[in-house]
């Protein structure tokens, strides 16, 4: 699965670090959802559309 | 929340029990009399008992004491999946849990065989938790150092 994280994190011009606070994980998982080498679960993908403000289907694409 | 450099109170608190569950490890350790044991040089009676002559409920006895070191660790494996929030962290960790399981089957074939060769005693289960704890460490720093 891909995703629109990196892209979003740098227009709002956040760390890794800066948005893994705001969901509560660590950086590394941010790094491996970001990379696409790790698929987060529906109630982590729903925080980052929380975080982002926009819908789950609008970050993440296949 | 770096898992790496600085780990939170609940990774803090698994750890230090690992440590309980390695001393643990040693102390419960009856299947080499041969081998260091701090419960046998506090209470030397219990060598006497642990011999080829001892009775069935001692033999069992002491073997389900053994057992203690390896309820805990799966114990101490349990309460931190449960509690830890981080999903990632979380499947690293039972990656590790995994590798560590794989290590110490290997060890424990080829020592087994090694043993039945050279007609040799070994301290198996002291062998198990050192790999156990050592192939679960460096398999969680190799998957966490593959993200970074």
Redesign the interface.
């Known amino acids: 699965m891909k995703n629109r994280l990196r892209e979003l994190r740098a227009e709002r011009n956040w760390s890794q670090a800066d948005l893994a606070s705001q969901l509560g994980v660590s950086r590394q998982s941010v790094n491996a959802v970001e990379t696409g080498r790790f698929d987060p679960s529906l109630p982590l993908a729903f925080r980052l559309a929380k975080v982002f403000g926009l819908a789950i289907e609008s970050i993440f694409y296949e | 929340?770096?898992?790496?450099r600085k780990m939170t109170p609940l990774q803090q608190r698994t750890m230090r029990l690992m440590g309980v569950a390695m001393l643990l490890t040693v102390v419960t350790n009856f299947s080499t009399p041969g081998l260091a044991n701090p419960l046998v040089d506090l209470f030397p009676a219990l060598g006497r008992i642990v011999t080829p002559h001892a009775s069935v409920p001692v033999a069992m006895l002491m073997a389900a004491i053994s057992v203690l070191p390896i309820v805990m660790v799966a114990w101490i494996a349990w309460r931190y999946l449960s509690a830890e929030?981080?999903?990632?962290?979380r499947?690293l960790v039972m990656r590790a849990l995994l590798w560590a399981f794989a290590v110490t089957m290997v060890g424990n074939a080829v020592t087994a065989v090694l043993m039945n060769v050279y007609h040799l005693a070994f301290p198996l289960t002291v062998l198990d938790a050192d790999l156990f704890f050592i192939g679960g460490g460096v398999a969680f720093r190799v998957l966490?150092w593959s993200?970074?």
Do not use: N
Request: hydrophobic share 40%; with cysteine; charged share 25%.
């Open positions: 929340m770096s898992f790496c929030p981080d999903e990632f962290v499947a966490q993200y970074r």
